[in-house]
C-alpha cells in the first residue's frame, strides 16, 4: 500500500511541474488516430491509401540468451468508394514468418457522428489494443497488462456502430462479436496468458454465442482523454460439446483508462478487471487452471528532455504495473503465485521524426514466487 501511495504521488508531482510540447500525432491524446483512423479520415475523395508501420526488437534476460526479431512488420490499405463507404484492412508479418489479417473492415457513414462497421475489427478495451503502432507508446515491447489480461492485439468479426459527438466531447462504439474460442487447437485458456490462447483472429471462427462490446471516450478538459470500456458474453465451443457442462465459460471485462498530455509531460493509466464463471467446471474438463477473475493496471509518466523548439522529442519514461491472472480462483484449483505478478520499466523513447522512434529500457519484473527475470530492451519503430 505504501508502495502504491508513493507512485500516485510521484505522479500527481509530475503533473504540477510540468512544461509545454507542440502537438503532434503521438502526444496528443484528444487528437489521436491509430492507423485505421488516421486512413479513414483521410482526405481523397476516392481511391486508394496505402500505410504501415513496424517495429525491430532486441531482448536481453539477465542470465540467459538474447533474442533479436522483427517483430511485426503491418501494411495498411484503405480504399475509399464515395463519400460514405471505404474499406479498411491491415496485414501483418510477425517474426519474418507468420502472417495475419489484423483487420478487414467496411464502413458506411450514415450521419456526421454515426457510422457503421462490419468485419474483422479490433475490440475497444483500454488503449493499447486500438493504440498500438511503435510510436504511440513508450517502451520497446507493449505493458503486460495488455498482453496478459486484455490481450493485445485482439481482433474479431462483428458489426457496430461508432462515431463521436463534438458537441459534448464524446466518442462510442458498440458491437456484437464472436467471442474467444473455449478450446482452440487444442489450447486451452488460463496459465499466465489469461483469455490469450482463446482468440480466434477471423480464421474460420465458430460461434454459437454473441458478444457484446463497447467504449465511451471523453475528450472534454483539456489535455486528457478517458476511456470507459464493457465486454460481456461466453466463450464458443464446438458442436457436439457445446451442451456439455464446462465446455465454455462466461466473461465479462470491465476497462477504465486515462491520458494526459500537458506541455512536455505526458501520463497514462489503465485497470482492467475480468470477471470468469463457470471456470471450476471449465478446468475439470479441460485440465485447465483458468482464474475466476483476472486483473491488471498501470500507472505510467514521461517528460520530453528536449527544448519545445525541436521537432524530435526525447521521452523518459517510467511506468508501474501490476497484474494477476489468477486474481481469485474457484473450487480445488489453487492460486498460483507466479501468475500475481508486477513490472517497473524505466527507459527512453527517442522520436527522431514523428513517425520514426528509437526505444530503449530496463524492466525489473517480480512475481509472488520470486520466480521473474529481469530484463534490456531496445527496439526500432517507424509508423507512416
Not at 101 to 115: G, K
Not at 201 to 229: F, M
Not at 352 to 377: C, E, H, M, R, W
Request: glycine share 12%; proline share 3%; hydrophobic share 35%.
Amino acid at each position: 500500500m505504501k508502495r502504491i501511495s508513493l507512485l500516485l504521488a510521484t505522479f500527481t508531482a509530475a503533473f504540477t511541474f510540468a512544461q509545454t510540447v507542440p502537438d503532434s500525432l503521438s502526444t496528443n491524446p484528444q487528437t489521436q488516430l491509430n492507423a485505421a483512423q488516421r486512413i479513414l479520415t483521410g482526405n481523397i475523395n476516392t481511391g486508394v491509401t496505402v500505410g504501415g508501420y513496424g517495429e525491430i526488437t532486441y531482448n536481453q534476460p539477465e542470465g540467459g540468451n538474447g533474442t533479436l526479431d522483427v517483430q511485426r512488420l503491418v501494411l495498411l490499405f484503405g480504399y475509399k468508394f464515395n463519400d460514405k463507404v471505404q474499406f479498411v484492412t491491415e496485414v501483418e508479418f510477425e517474426h519474418v514468418k507468420e502472417v495475419y489479417v489484423e483487420q478487414a473492415f467496411i464502413q458506411y457513414t450514415v450521419a456526421d457522428n454515426v457510422n457503421l462497421r462490419g468485419g474483422l475489427m479490433l475490440v475497444p478495451m483500454g488503449i493499447i489494443n486500438e493504440f498500438h503502432e511503435p510510436t504511440t507508446f513508450n517502451g520497446v515491447n507493449r505493458p503486460s497488462v495488455d498482453k496478459s489480461i486484455v490481450p493485445t492485439t485482439w481482433r474479431e468479426i462483428g458489426v457496430g456502430v461508432q462515431g463521436r459527438f463534438n458537441e459534448i466531447s464524446l466518442g462510442y462504439q458498440a458491437y456484437v462479436f464472436n467471442g474467444f474460442k473455449s478450446v482452440n487447437d487444442g489450447k486451452v485458456l488460463g496459465g499466465s496468458n489469461g483469455l490469450r490462447n482463446g482468440r480466434q483472429k477471423g480464421a474460420e471462427s465458430t460461434i454459437n454465442t454473441p458478444n457484446l462490446s463497447g467504449k465511451l471516450d471523453y475528450y472534454g478538459i483539456l489535455g486528457l482523454r478517458l476511456g470507459l470500456s464493457g465486454y460481456f458474453g461466453r466463450t464458443q465451443a464446438e458442436d457436439g460439446v457445446d451442451m456439455i457442462d464446462g465446455s465454455d465459460v462466461g466473461l465479462s471485462m470491465i476497462g477504465l483508462d486515462a491520458r494526459y498530455a500537458y506541455q512536455r509531460f505526458a501520463a497514462r493509466g489503465q485497470f482492467i478487471h475480468t470477471s470468469v464463471s463457470g471456470s471450476e467446471d471449465y478446468n475439470t474438463l479441460n485440465t485447465a487452471d483458468l482464474g475466476s477473475s483476472l486483473q491488471g493496471w498501470y500507472l505510467e509518466a514521461a517528460y520530453n528532455l528536449l527544448p519545445q523548439t525541436k521537432q524530435q522529442q526525447l521521452y523518459a519514461f517510467a511506468r508501474y504495473e501490476d497484474y494477476d491472472t489468477h486474481a481469485s480462483v474457484a473450487g480445488s484449483l489453487i492460486r498460483k503465485d507466479s501468475y500475481n505478478r508486477d513490472d517497473w520499466t524505466l527507459g527512453l523513447s527517442y522520436k527522431i521524426a514523428p513517425g520514426a522512434v528509437v526505444k530503449a529500457d530496463y524492466q525489473f519484473k517480480n512475481n509472488a514466487d520470486d520466480s521473474a527475470t529481469n530484463q534490456l530492451n531496445f527496439g526500432l519503430g517507424v509508423w507512416f
